[in-house]
């Protein structure tokens, strides 16, 4: 029997009526959104592809990160800082339900610099960051080489600084997948692998959702289907602009913990192991190669971060399609045609994961999404230019 299979029957529905709340996309997003759903109502159930998927959730670093996000849209940065702050909340949570750890570290975080243009660009990047009308203020320094050097002791001799959040920080992402998905099974809620849904329709102010193994119906919908959400979104009368983006990350073997604090592309994680990422590059959807100069180019920055990594074997790479809009800021809508059917997507669900499950999902069951998300819906690509 395959794995596939044995995972199948063990998430048969167990729930056989109208569901209270259903969410359509088992990825990181779409998991923490159900979790926090099974707080609020009994009975929730998420549709899922299963394991042939394009996915996101299992090819990220994992970092919580806040230091430049909301460039161009401050609403980004205060709700991103506010998933920052809800984190250990929805790790304890996680904890306490499953018994299960995520392996979070907020202790800060850093964006190495390794040459003065990078040096100057970054200070003019965080202050104008910093600076816009509107945006949340956080405290963030520009260290020179000698006070990195007192944080990471071995940096290489290019580094000449960073920049430093002590808001930043990580988790383990697989960790943390693993954890939503025994919550799932501990609380009841019905994930359904191999349910990919093909037409959603709207009858008697019900949600009924086409899957090969039957009608789902359910209450209130949220479609948080990574990528697939361009089609899904159409079938809720949401036209839903993103675009694969590919990153690719390189795995390290594990030694004893030697950098405390994460670099925005460089990390070891809580069990050792190095993750050394990612590029951003524009992908078209089966184009999910690895790529040799990317991942020279990536090995080699950090080696000149951390020189000792250059005796540390790489044990694996991959890469994975990042689930990007239009203009790269997460979108959230309840469909004007469809009360009750919300849309959520973003290429952060590590980092916004806890602002999902806490804040999300109870305006969902509450039937609103409030004023502080009006400036992620797709109303703002509509919007005509002035000239
Ligand atoms: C290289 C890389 C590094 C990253 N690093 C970070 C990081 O450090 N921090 C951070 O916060 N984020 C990071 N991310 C982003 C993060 O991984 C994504 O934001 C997140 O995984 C997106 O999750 P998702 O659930 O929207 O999409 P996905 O993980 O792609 O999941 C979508 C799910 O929807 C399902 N689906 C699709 N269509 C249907 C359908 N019709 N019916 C039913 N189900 C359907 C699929 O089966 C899939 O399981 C990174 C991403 C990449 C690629």
Not at 188 to 208: G, Q, S
Request: hydrophobic share 45%.
């Amino acid at each position: 029997m395959s794995a596939s299979t044995k995972q199948s029957i063990a998430n048969e529905r167990r729930h056989k009526g109208v569901y209270d709340a259903l969410v359509i996309g088992g990825g990181l997003v779409g998991s923490a959104i159900a979790f926090g759903l099974r707080q609020e109502v009994d009975h929730v159930a998420v549709l899922d592809e299963g394991d042939v998927a394009f996915r996101a959730s299992r090819g990220n670093f994992g970092l919580v990160w806040v230091q430049s996000k909301g460039m161009g849209m401050p609403a980004y940065g205060h709700w991103t800082v506010s998933s920052q702050r809800l984190w250990s909340a929805l790790a304890e949570k996680l904890e306490a339900i499953t018994g299960l750890e995520v392996g979070l570290e907020q202790k800060g975080g850093l964006h190495a610099v390794l040459t003065e243009h990078e040096y100057e660009s970054r200070v003019q990047f965080m202050n104008k960051l910093i600076e816009q009308p509107g945006m949340i203020h956080y405290q963030w320094k520009m260290l020179d080489r000698k006070e990195l050097l007192d944080m990471v002791p071995g940096i290489g001799p290019e580094v000449l600084g960073a920049s430093w959040t002590e808001i930043d920080g990580v988790a383990n992402p697989l960790k943390m997948l693993r954890a939503l998905h025994t919550a799932f099974d501990v609380q009841n809620v019905d994930y359904l692998p191999e349910h990919p849904v093909a037409d959603i329709h709207f009858k008697n102010n019900i949600f009924e959702m086409d899957t090969p193994h039957g009608v789902v119906r359910a209450k209130k919908i949220v479609v948080a289907s990574g990528l697939g959400n361009q089609v899904l979104g159409n079938q809720i009368g949401l036209s839903i602009p993103v675009r694969p983006q590919r990153g690719q990350i390189i795995v390290l073997e594990r030694t004893k913990r030697m950098l405390q604090l994460p670099f925005a592309t460089l990390r070891q994680m809580d069990e050792g192991t190095w993750l050394i990422g990612d590029s951003q590059e524009e992908a078209a959807y089966a184009d999910g190669e690895v790529g040799l100069p990317i991942l020279a180019t990536l090995a080699n920055r950090a080696v000149r971060t951390i020189p000792k990594l250059r005796d540390v074997r790489v044990v694996r790479s991959w890469s994975a399609l990042r689930v990007m809009s239009k203009d790269g800021f997460p979108i959230y809508e309840e469909s004007p045609r469809f009360p009750g059917a919300f849309v959520a997507t973003c290429h952060s669900g590590v980092t916004l994961a806890a602002a999902h499950a806490l804040r999300l999902a109870p305006m969902v069951v509450e039937g609103k999404l409030s004023e502080e998300m009006a400036p992620f819906s797709t109303r703002r690509f509509n919007v005509q230019a002035t000239t």
